[in-house]
């Protein structure tokens, strides 16, 4: 049963308190009214209402622990909260959910304080991977130390520096401890992957193949080129149950992604087949849109990565403005949207964004071998040279060229 009580009131007849039987004189003490009945209370133990609590006011704009963003409704700000990693509109809770995971939790910080949000305090503590702890040991400039700590922190992803930033480097900096990894790579440059493996990760063993028979083993590093991939890999059903669990744990790295862009090559389905395999894959190229957007929609399908950018090839065509007519598609110039999407799943750095980071000059020795032929010419032409520099006139830059080629 509830109780009711009122107003307090003087006593005006004499009685004993109701809470603990002391006499109570008219007028001492107070009297309520509970249920009714009047009750009499002495000075000491009339009972006093609890105060209403009070409610903490909802923030009208903060991002919560569990990935909800509350913000009133702003359309200038929509483009923002769509190109937060994962966002996706939920319309039980009326409200966007994004991805509040590790890999993910530096861009969603990033576009959080854009929006002006309140950031719940879980989220301001990011972890820096162990991969990352030891690229700062060996050396790494601060942007590649950056871009190893992304890598390490997320399944599916595109690295995307300009030519020339390492992310060779970074890639195999960026393999955890035993790890199991597959390198596909143009024919030429698989000798400067066994090279780059050697310097960065003495720990792993570097491997050129040619083909892939069998799933590398812990701490082995197996690199192939394109033209070497398995033709089963075009039909991930054909291969045996027990043989795809045995990829689970690897990571694909697919260097010169761009060599995938059109996806319905063979080399695109044998590489998009390996992907699937394939628990984690990295994507590394310096030129992530080429020509015409279909070839980046070819880069990300093969790489698994379109649906968390695009979602889909008609929303992708509506970013792009593209038109569709008796011959083929026309495509316009790129909605806004379009990059802060990209940078859900893809890093890319330009040589003048990280100049700071960058010393003055780098001296490489490159070692070639010679043959007779070649040696006696060079031979001929440094005995010139020589007489020439001491003269103070350089060399002729033909013949420069035409040696260092």
């Avoid at 001492?28 to 609590?53: K, M, Q, S």
Wanted: a positive charge.
């Amino acid at each position: 049963m509830s109780t009711t009580l009122e107003t307090k009131r003087t006593n005006q007849y004499p009685g004993r308190c109701a809470k603990c039987g002391a006499w109570v004189d008219v007028g001492d003490g107070e009297i309520r009214r509970d249920n009714g009945r009047w009750l009499t209370y002495c000075d000491e133990h009339f009972p006093v209402a609890a105060p209403a609590p009070t409610l903490q006011p909802t923030p009208t704009r903060c991002l919560t622990a569990d990935g909800r963003v509350i913000t009133p409704h702003e359309p200038d700000s929509l483009g923002t909260i769509r190109a937060m990693p994962g966002a996706r509109w939920d319309k039980v809770a009326w409200c966007w959910r994004v991805s509040t995971d590790l890999g993910d939790r530096a861009r969603l910080l990033e576009l959080a304080d854009r929006l002006g949000l309140t950031v719940a305090p879980e989220l301001w503590h990011v972890e820096q991977s162990q991969q990352a702890e030891h690229a700062h040991r060996v050396g790494l400039y601060p942007f590649q130390v950056t871009g190893v700590d992304w890598l390490a922190k997320r399944q599916r992803a595109l690295l995307a520096d300009e030519m020339g930033l390492g992310k060779t480097a970074e890639a195999l900096v960026a393999l955890p401890e035993y790890a199991k990894a597959v390198v596909v790579a143009p024919k030429i440059a698989l000798p400067v992957w066994d090279r780059e493996c050697r310097k960065w990760r003495p720990d792993l063993t570097s491997v050129i193949v040619r083909g892939l028979a069998q799933p590398p083993k812990p701490g082995t590093v197996l690199i192939t080129n394109y033209e070497m991939l398995p033709v089963d890999l075009e039909d991930i059903e054909s291969i045996p149950l027990e043989h795809r669990d045995c990829w689970r744990d690897c990571i694909l790295i697919v260097d010169e992604a761009h060599y995938v862009k059109r996806r319905t090559t063979k080399r695109a389905r044998r590489v998009a087949g390996l992907a699937e395999l394939c628990g984690r894959t990295w994507g590394l190229t310096g030129t992530p849109l080429l020509n015409r957007p279909p070839d980046l929609w070819g880069v990300l399908s093969v790489l698994g990565l379109r649906q968390e950018v695009f979602r889909s090839w008609s929303h992708f065509t509506e970013l792009f403005h593209a038109e569709r007519d008796l011959y083929g598609w026309t495509w316009g110039d790129p909605d806004p949207l379009v990059p802060e999407l990209l940078r859900r799943v893809m890093l890319r750095r330009r040589r003048q964004e990280v100049l700071p980071d960058l010393p003055a000059k780098t001296y490489t020795t490159v070692v070639c071998d010679c043959n007779g032929q070649l040696k006696k010419r060079l031979d001929g032409l440094w005995a010139r040279w020589r007489v020439d520099l001491k003269a103070g006139v350089l060399p002729p830059f033909e013949q420069m060229a035409s040696v260092r080629a």
